[in-house]
């Protein structure tokens, strides 16, 4: 599976940003999405998660109730609608591709990494 994420971008803050992850490759409805994020000197954080079927889906506290993470599996395509954007906000964005039914806020269960999209929130 080959994940590109596109959307990044600089946005003032509490300020609304979409971002795409389009899947290629073997089927990428059998895939649970996540979505991660690393700001500089920071190790890689959970943001959003996404069942194959879109069924469950999971936040990071830090982002509950302000961003969104949803699928089209026709497109073979995951996306993360942010709101309300804060300055801390400010990372790369990446998305992972798992077959796994580990927990789904760990990087190390993800098979398959984007090369990432920068977000940047101006305070």
């Known amino acids: 599976v080959q994940l590109v994420e596109s959307g990044g971008g600089l946005v003032q803050a509490g300020g609304p940003l979409s971002l795409s992850c389009a899947a290629s490759?073997?089927?990428?409805?059998?895939?649970?999405t996540g979505w991660f994020r690393q700001a500089p000197g920071k190790e890689r954080e959970f943001v959003a998660a996404?069942?194959?079927?879109?069924?469950?889906?999971s936040y990071a506290d830090s982002v509950k109730g302000r961003f969104t993470i949803s699928r089209d599996n026709a497109k073979n395509t995951v996306y993360l609608q942010m709101n309300s954007l804060k300055a801390e906000d400010t990372a790369v964005y990446y998305c992972?591709?798992?077959?796994?039914?580990?927990?789904?806020?760990?990087?190390?269960?993800?098979?398959?990494w984007g090369q990432g999209t920068q977000v940047t929130v101006s305070s």
């Open positions: 992972g591709a798992s077959l796994g039914t580990s927990d789904d806020a760990l990087p190390s269960t993800y098979d398959y």
């Open positions: 490759g073997r089927t990428s409805s059998r895939y649970v």
């Open positions: 996404i069942s194959t079927n879109g069924g469950y889906r």
